[in-house]
T-cell receptor, first 115, second 113 residues
């Protein structure tokens, strides 16, 4: 158990819909990262938040957004869903950012299926 | 050319063998190197985290980094059936606002009892 929690474990929804994925980082970690894992693209970095502020963006679509709340939990919002958005979504956390980021520990993931 | 190249396998070896897993990368800005183990449909589990070139050992696992060749390796000694999983290399170039990890596609490892 990494100490990172994610809910829900599974989500099944239809195209065009909007969903919200939730992540709680390990106790003491200030950075939260979101990743998408698909069979063809592998694990890809989407976005990072550090202590409530957006720090870095990766390959995140404009239809996707995220935020980190004062209690440091984070939510990833996916809207106007398409079949190709079906994937595993992972959250990771680390102590800091930049050169002091430290190791990233991953949660169990949310499996999203878009029908 | 992808930033991180990793042979997808599958790599099948008998129990007790020494396993060698490798990744090459093209971005010289990468400074931190990690190996994760991922069981089917589970979250990646951090095995090794290294910064400098050279070797780092932890139990049956040894991570090796050669920055001059842009090549990293993970060695598993006395391999066990429970080591059967997908092994992902990952790397980052923090300090430039790019803390997100860049992953290889993963090598599927099978340890035969």
């Amino acid at each position: 158990d990494s100490g990172v929690t994610q809910t829900p474990k599974h989500l099944i929804t239809a195209t065009g819909q909007r969903v919200t994925l939730r992540c709680s980082p390990r106790s003491g970690d200030l950075s939260v990262y979101w990743y998408q894992q698909s069979l063809d693209q592998g694990l890809q970095f989407l976005i990072q938040y550090y202590n409530g502020e957006e720090r870095a963006k990766g390959n995140i679509l404009e239809r996707f957004s995220a935020q980190q709340f004062p209690d440091l939990h984070s939510e990833l919002n996916l809207s106007s869903l398409e079949l190709g958005d079906s994937a595993l979504y992972f959250c990771a956390s680390s102590v800091g950012a930049g050169g002091s980021a430290g190791e990233q520990f991953f949660g169990p993931g949310t499996r999203l299926t878009v029908l | 050319q992808k930033e991180v190249e990793q042979d997808p396998g599958p790599l099948s070896v008998p129990e007790g063998a020494i396993v060698s897993l490798n990744c090459t990368y093209s971005n010289s800005a990468f400074q931190y190197f990690m190996w994760y183990r991922q069981y089917s449909r589970k979250g990646p589990e951090l095995l090794m985290y290294t910064y400098s070139s050279g070797n780092k050992e932890d139990g049956r696992f040894t991570a090796q980094v050669d920055k001059s060749s842009k090549y990293i390796s993970l060695f598993i000694r006395d391999s066990q059936p429970s080591d059967s999983a997908t092994y992902l290399c990952a790397m980052s170039a923090p300090g430039g606002g790019a803390d997100g990890l860049t992953f290889g596609k993963g090598t599927h490892l099978i340890i035969q009892p």
